[in-house]
């Protein structure tokens, strides 16, 4: 299985954006524990991870590296709420999609509980930090998930 971590609008901003909810730690911190994880535990798999701020990169990406042998943790970021044409994406993959969250959306405002991808992914984890996304790339890589 190829993996992907796939982060959504506004999450390049990690470190500094709002710290008190999102911690300070950046993209690039985690993708060397990412790595540095997957190398002890499941040497061979690869694994790509990528940032847009740009919804229609975002899509055109995911179609483009679609399969049935493909893993995607999607952290959409505010497009989790709002976007119809990233959800309608979602729902054509062939790809297993686990979307994943760092802050629990379910404790937050009103409109953070509302996910319009979640009825096409195999399972959200919301509210775990960074441990989430471990979590998500262990779910794929040993659940059958199609
Ligand atoms: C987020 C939660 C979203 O509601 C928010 O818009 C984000 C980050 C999270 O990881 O907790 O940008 O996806």
Not at 106 to 114: K, L, N, S
């Amino acid at each position: 299985m190829k993996l992907y971590v796939v982060h959504g609008i506004n999450l390049d901003q990690l470190g500094t954006r709002q710290p008190e909810i999102y911690g300070t730690q950046t993209l690039s911190d985690q993708w060397a524990v990412w790595t540095g994880w997957l190398a002890k535990h499941w040497p061979g798999v690869e694994l790509e991870a990528l940032q847009f701020n740009d919804e229609a990169a975002c899509i055109r990406f995911l179609q483009e590296v679609d399969g049935p042998e493909v893993g995607v943790v999607l952290n959409p970021g505010a497009w989790t709420h709002s976007s119809i044409p990233l959800r309608d994406c979602v729902a054509g993959l062939k790809a297993a999609v686990i979307e994943v969250h760092l802050s629990h959306t379910y404790a937050r405002e009103a409109f953070r509980r509302v996910s319009l991808l979640a009825p096409y992914t195999q399972g959200t984890i919301s509210g775990l930090g960074w441990q989430g996304y471990r979590l998500a790339m262990e779910a794929l890589l040993t659940a059958q998930m199609h």
